[in-house]
């Protein structure tokens, strides 16, 4: 009994001691680390502002998450934050910080093309935060702090900080709040609505790639920034598969690669290069220039977005045989995962020279009836095309080129009966028809295809193919990639 009460006093004790520790630790951290920090923070397609939150170590923080438009989230793995964000909505997160350090934070909700990109850094410092940081770099967004220092009265400081000025007085040590006329408030609703102007003038990312298989998609150039296009055909069929099997679908034949750069001069305007080795029935070594212009844009309101392009090819590197092309890119969404296209063009010269006619020497005996045989000389086509994102990030494709004029395909000779004499000639040609599977991955974006035709160039796609009929396929692949933006 008597022990047990000793204990008892020897707890009390303990916990009398540890209790005033605790205060004094408290007590003393208050003194230099402000309890609470609140953060007002924005997000948006494809940004958050400020991008860059500093706050001590110990600390509470309060972030005031406002997205302006669509669905967001809000993601620190080493914090194990992870919320969402309503669109046109606001969020509360609090934490504490208990180390020192940098920590990347992230949109954790896909909300388009670019998404990728929504990310900034929470730095925790061990001391006070420094406060051109306080003033400055962390008020972006609703949030807007101003610190003034009055001129005429040294140690006289102005706060300006969500619509209210505080006036400090360093020297005599007062805080006064200082009236501020009610028109220089900003209100929430226009706060909101500048944001949204804001967010009107940034170009926006079209969710698809610059071109499905083979057709080109009105997706803008960004301003400033370099795309990589690589295209890869083989040039086995598919099918008939027991032929194709031995040689891995076709991925054992000779395979074809292109590749192409483009450049955002502005948002709307950009030159594009790309060079391709075969055209038809052998190598060309076709390089093609071009320059393209983004007219509309199905987000900025119009009904559909449109991109024009000229390019002129040149084959043996540019420096014979010419083929002019001229082409428009029509898109728009058809749902919230659909999207239709149109890309009709015209080719002219695209058989100059008449080069993929056949000759007569290309005969024996000669057959002078090929010098008659005319093949036409100018192409024009319709690209009609599909997409269909299955996933975020994956997309289904298809497409189908119809074209009239010349078509180039295979050119047989037909014999006068019972003798071998060339008496003329047929051409078979079908439409370009293309499918496949893509998968964006950031500024990546890698394509499985098939298509009936392996020449990539715009006149050469467009009016030629390899003379597979619409059952046979090749299999290729498509790798973009966006640098500097
Ligand atoms: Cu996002």
């Not at 009460?5 to 205060?23: E, N, P, Y």
């Not at 050119?411 to 051409?427: E, I, L, Q, R």
Request: hydrophobic letters at 35%; one cysteine or more; aromatic letters at 10%.
């Amino acid at each position: 009994m008597k022990k047990k009460s000793l204990c008892v006093a020897a707890l009390s004790i303990l916990c009398a001691l540890v209790g005033t520790q605790a205060r004094s630790v408290e007590e003393t951290s208050t003194n230099s680390v402000p309890p609470v920090a609140e953060i007002r923070v924005t997000a948006r397609k494809f940004d958050f502002s400020p991008q860059v939150i500093t706050v001590q170590k110990g600390q509470t923080v309060k972030l005031v998450v406002t997205s302006t438009d669509v669905e967001h989230g809000f993601a620190i793995k080493e914090l194990k934050i992870k919320e969402r964000v309503e669109a046109k909505e606001t969020k509360v997160i609090t934490f504490k910080p208990e180390a020192a350090g940098r920590y990347r934070f992230y949109c954790s909700v896909y909300c388009g093309d670019g998404h990728e990109d929504m990310t900034g850094e929470l730095v925790v410092t061990d001391g006070p935060v420094p406060a051109t940081t306080a003033s400055g770099a962390q008020t972006g967004g609703a949030s807007n702090m101003q610190v003034t220092f009055d001129e005429s009265a040294p140690g006289v400081v102005f706060v300006e900080a969500n619509g209210e000025k505080i006036r400090i007085d360093t020297t005599a040590k007062t805080v006064a709040k200082v009236e501020l006329p009610a028109d220089s408030q900003p209100k929430p609703d226009e706060q909101v609505a500048r944001a949204e102007e804001e967010q009107e003038s940034k170009p926006k990312s079209e969710p698809y790639d610059y071109y499905l298989i083979n057709v080109p998609t009105p997706k803008r150039v960004v301003k400033g920034s370099l795309n990589l296009r690589f295209t890869h055909r083989f040039s086995q069929p598919v099918r008939p598969v027991r032929q194709s099997a031995e040689n891995l679908l076709g991925l054992d034949s000779f395979a074809v690669s292109s590749l192409g750069l483009s450049y955002g001069i502005t948002d709307r305007l950009y030159v594009n290069a790309y060079r391709s080795p075969i055209c038809q029935q052998g190598m060309c070594k076709t390089i093609e220039i071009g320059l393209g212009y983004h007219w509309l844009d199905e987000a900025g309101r119009s009904p559909v977005s449109l991109q024009t392009y000229a390019s002129i090819e040149g084959n043996d590197n540019f420096t014979e045989e010419y083929t002019y092309n001229l082409q428009a890119m029509i898109g728009r969404s058809i749902s919230k995962w659909g999207y239709a296209f149109f890309s009709p063009a015209v080719n002219f010269n695209a058989n100059g020279q008449r080069r993929f006619n056949p000759r007569a020497s290309d005969f024996f005996p000669p057959a002078l009836v090929a010098d008659q045989f005319n093949l036409g000389k100018h192409t024009a086509s319709f690209g009609f095309g599909f997409s269909a994102r299955i996933r975020p990030t994956v997309s289904l494709m298809f497409e189908y080129t119809p074209r009239v004029g010349f078509r180039q395909g295979r050119v047989f000779p037909n014999f006068a009966p019972g003798t071998f004499t060339v008496a003329g000639f047929t051409n078979v040609s079908e439409a370009e028809i293309g499918f496949g599977i893509e998968k964006r991955i950031g500024r990546h974006s890698f394509s499985l295809t098939f298509s009936n035709t392996q020449a990539t160039t715009t006149a050469r796609y467009n009016s030629s193919n390899l003379a597979l009929s619409p059952k046979r396929f090749i299999i290729g692949f498509n790798l973009s990639r966006r640098f500097w933006k």
